[in-house]
Nanobody
């Protein structure tokens, strides 16, 4: 069983920045592919970014490329999402997720086995 706990959400003005963190339990964090997803009211949960177990490979949805950066610290069992130049359309609940046994970064929700409870990000215009 893997537990994921997100933190760092909040209210920010457009153009501002936030850094989300996701702390994971388990001894094998360094073998998990990690991802961030988000869900806005009335919309489906969508992929934001993913990172390989080593951190050497990352993958972003087009709408956040150049603004968001995913990273990880395997010594701290933590994955991060640095969000810059935030826009009102980035407002959503952000979830981190772990893919156990995956071989490559993926945007597919069904390839992630464990999910956090989510953290709210609100960007005002």
């Amino acid at each position: 069983q893997v537990q994921l706990v997100e933190s760092g959400g909040g209210l920010v003005q457009a153009g501002g920045s936030l850094r989300l963190s996701c702390a994971a339990s388990g001894r094998r964090f360094s073998t998990y592919i990690m991802g961030w997803f988000r869900q806005a009211p009335g919309k489906e949960r969508e992929f934001v970014a993913a990172i390989s177990w080593s951190g050497g490979s990352t993958y972003y949805t087009d709408s956040v490329k150049g603004r968001f950066t995913i990273s990880r610290d395997n010594a701290k069992n933590t994955v991060y999402l640095q969000m810059n130049s935030l826009k009102p359309e980035d407002t959503a609940v952000y979830y981190c997720a772990a893919s156990i046994g995956g071989l490559r970064v993926t945007s597919r929700k069904d390839e992630y086995n464990y999910w956090g409870q989510g953290t709210q990000v609100t960007v005002s215009s």
